[in-house]
Antibody, heavy 117, light 114 residues
Framework: QLLESGGGLVQPGGSLRLSCAASGFTFSSFAMSWVRQAPGKGLEWISA????????YYAESVKGRFTVSRDNSQNTLLLHMNSLRVEDTAVYYC????????????WGQGTLVTVSS | DIQMTQSPSSVSASVGDRVTITCRASQDISGWLAWYQQKPGKAPKLLIYGASTLPGGVPSLQSGVPSRFSGSGSGTDFTLTISSLQPEDYATYYCQQANSFPLTFGGGTKVEIK
C-alpha cells in the first residue's frame, strides 16, 4: 500500500513537502519514483531514488528545485519541492519499481498540489 | 531525452473491435517499454511491461490483466493491441520507456465509444 500526503494550495515561489508512506513490501529493496499528472494532461515522471537512497534522478523540469529522499527506517519516501511554479500544479503519485526496472505496477491514490496566487 | 510518440491521440471504436495503438521511441530502447491504462480520477494501471509481458511474469497466465491485451515490438516501434474491445476498456492508454533516465511517457491515446 502507498499513501501520499502533503499536497495542498501554495503560492508561486513557495515550498511544499510530499510524503509517501509505504507498507506491504520490503521498502528498502525497491527504487521509488514520483510521477505527476497536471489537470487534464498526461503522465510525467519527475524523480526516482534507488533503494539505498544513493542514486537520485530528476526530470529537467524539476531539477534544482525538487529533492527526493527516503527514510527506509520509516518506510517513507519524500519529495521536497521549492520554487514552485503554476505549472507544477498536478496530482503527484509515488510508485515502487516493478520487474527490476522502472515500471510501475503499484500506485498510491495521489496527492494534489495546486500552485496559485 | 527519449521522446515517446503515440498514435493515434484518440480512437473511436465499438465493443468487439480490435484496437491497435502504436508508440514510437526517438531512439532504440530495446524492449524496455510499458503500457498503462488510466481511467478518469484513477491511478494508472500497468498492462504490459518489457514490451510484451503481462504483470505476473508469464504472458499466458492471468495477472489481473485480461488476455485480450497484448504488446509487441522492440527497438523504436511498439504496439498495444486490444483484441476485442470491452466496455471496461474505454480509457486512456500511455506508453513509457524504461530504458534510461529521464523516464518518459507518451502523450496518451484516448479510446472512446463509437
Amino acid at each position: 500500500q502507498l499513501l501520499e500526503s502533503g499536497g495542498g494550495l501554495v503560492q508561486p515561489g513557495g515550498s511544499l513537502r510530499l510524503s509517501c508512506a509505504a507498507s506491504g513490501f520490503t521498502f528498502s529493496s525497491f527504487a521509488m519514483s514520483w510521477v505527476r499528472q497536471a489537470p487534464g494532461k498526461g503522465l510525467e515522471w519527475i524523480s526516482a531514488i534507488t533503494g539505498a537512497g544513493y542514486g537520485k534522478y530528476y526530470a529537467e523540469s524539476v531539477k534544482g528545485r525538487f529533492t527526493v529522499s527516503r527514510d527506509n527506517s520509516q518506510n517513507t519516501l519524500l519529495l521536497h519541492m521549492n520554487s514552485l511554479r503554476v505549472e507544477d500544479t498536478a496530482v503527484y503519485y509515488c510508485a515502487p519499481e516493478y520487474g527490476s526496472r522502472n515500471y510501475y505496477r503499484d500506485w498510491g491514490q495521489g496527492t494534489l498540489v495546486t500552485v496559485s496566487s | 531525452d527519449i521522446q515517446m510518440t503515440q498514435s493515434p491521440s484518440s480512437v473511436s471504436a465499438s465493443v468487439g473491435d480490435r484496437v491497435t495503438i502504436t508508440c514510437r521511441a526517438s531512439q532504440d530502447i530495446s524492449g524496455w517499454l510499458a503500457w498503462y491504462q488510466q481511467k478518469p480520477g484513477k491511478a494508472p494501471k500497468l498492462l504490459i511491461y518489457g514490451a510484451s509481458t503481462l504483470p505476473g511474469g508469464v504472458p499466458s497466465l492471468q495477472s489481473g490483466v485480461p488476455s485480450r491485451f497484448s504488446g509487441s515490438g522492440s527497438g523504436t516501434d511498439f504496439t498495444l493491441t486490444i483484441s476485442s474491445l470491452q466496455p471496461e476498456d474505454y480509457a486512456t492508454y500511455y506508453c513509457q520507456q524504461a530504458n534510461s533516465f529521464p523516464l518518459t511517457f507518451g502523450g496518451g491515446t484516448k479510446v472512446e465509444i463509437k
